[in-house]
């Protein structure tokens, strides 16, 4: 094929080389792809939507003398400051399980490609302590929460490939208080959820714990997302209170904020096998907030935020106005933390704009997911470790690893 016929960009590559192409059509959609990739970098960085006015210029250099002297200063957000391997000696499988801390101690329960029972506390999360396997089935991607001096698990499923989710309920509570001595109860068979697996941190709002979205079985070996919201008085006993006012989805995150409860991204399960098998999963992510003041009625604060593609988790890190989402699945290779300042002045509505605030190691398919800070210190559970991370003030950078600097004079 001669030049003239060739897309532009093979022009410049020889055949066989991964760039070469002799589609116009696959040019064009990967010139749809990059235009979009900027669009989103950009839109984000200049915090306008478009339209820079000036306001914003771009540098490959740190510190740069000549923009800091015409009045422009790099922006900063926290970032992940350091990460050490708390306890690299953890069950090789943590996948889907929960972490909590309850009674002054760190627990493990549950997770693994199959699901376990098993059940671990630790004190400082370094040295661990293995009791008895639970009473009840092997499960992972389960919810867990901490109320009235119990620890409750609730749902999960018999592994990422087994059946079935779980409907029921049980609690761990220390017998008796002080003893150091541990026990299980069954709080409900049925805790009214239905079959259901991969769902939001259960949290507490308006004298009531909350639960979003997850997987339910509709056919065999088919589990999609949903869109339902159920709230609990008693953490055993569940009613549904909303369905259909957005999108489906799994592992959304779910917090509290500004009196509202805020449903934060999240993914429909489809969106798992396309990561895992062909690492396109942004077509079925979730990039859009929604909040309540009631967890009946939903407005969508933001159809699609900046800088994210597609997100999904559990953890969630407050800290100085912001939320850090310890988020898997995201955009690759970008899978670990994401930040936004709610207090952003150029952000409209707030949550609007979000960076890449780093990972915590490598590139997992599944990454980070369970978060506990306890004593002022962030403890993130991925698969077979636990990590401790910490956040400092940095310049940011687009994912090309440019600075950005903000007329501020």
């Not at 929460?145 to 999960?156: A, H, P």
């Not at 761990?172 to 299980?184: D, K, T």
Request: with cysteine; proline share 5%; net charge negative.
């Amino acid at each position: 094929m001669s030049d003239e016929t060739l897309p532009a960009r093979s022009r410049f590559y020889t055949p066989g080389s991964p760039e070469y192409t002799t589609s116009f059509a696959d040019e064009l959609n990967e010139e749809k792809q990059r235009i979009e990739l900027g669009f989103v970098n950009l839109e984000t960085l200049i915090a306008g939507g478009g339209a820079s006015e000036g306001s914003v210029v771009f540098s490959t250099d740190y510190p740069n003398e000549f923009l800091e002297g015409v009045g422009f200063e790099a922006i900063e957000e926290y970032l992940v400051a350091n990460v050490t391997s708390w306890c690299p000696a953890l069950p090789a499988d943590c996948l889907g399980a929960s972490l909590d801390r309850f009674c002054d101690r760190f627990w493990l329960i549950g997770g693994g490609l199959v699901g376990s029972k098993r059940v671990y506390y630790s004190a400082d999360g370094q040295a661990w302590t293995q009791i008895a396997d639970a009473p009840w089935g092997s499960r992972c991607f389960h919810g867990s929460f901490v109320y009235n001096n119990r620890l409750y698990v609730v749902g999960g499923k018999n592994g990422l490939f087994g059946n079935p989710a779980y409907t029921d309920v049980w609690y761990l509570y220390e017998n008796p208080p002080g003893s150091g001595v541990f026990a299980w109860a069954q709080a409900a068979a049925n805790g009214g959820f239905g079959q259901r697996w991969l769902m939001s941190k259960p949290v507490f709002f308006d004298s009531k714990w909350w639960m979003v979205g997850g997987g339910v079985q509709l056919a065999a070996g088919y589990w999609p997302g949903t869109s339902d919201v159920y709230s609990s008085t008693d953490g055993a006993s569940w009613s549904l209170v909303a369905s259909n006012q957005f999108p489906e989805r799994c592992l959304p995150f779910v917090t509290v904020h500004d009196n509202k409860l805020w449903v934060i991204f999240g993914s429909d399960l489809l969106s798992w096998w396309q990561y895992l098998f062909f690492g396109n999963a942004a077509a079925y992510m979730s990039s859009d907030i929604w909040t309540s003041d009631d967890g009946a009625t939903w407005d969508r604060l933001v159809q699609r935020v900046t800088n994210v593609f597609a997100i999904g988790g559990k953890g969630i890190i407050k800290l100085d106005g912001r939320f850090l989402l310890n988020g898997t699945l995201a955009f690759n290779p970008f899978n670990g933390f994401w930040v936004t300042n709610m207090s952003d002045p150029d952000a409209n509505p707030p949550g609007r704009h979000w960076y890449v605030a780093g990972n915590v190691t490598g590139n997992d398919v599944v990454g980070t997911m369970e978060t506990v800070t306890h004593n002022n210190e962030h403890f993130c559970l991925r698969q077979a470790d636990l990590y401790k991370v910490s956040f400092s003030k940095a310049p940011i950078q687009t994912f090309e690893g440019i600075y950005v600097y903000k007329r501020t004079t």
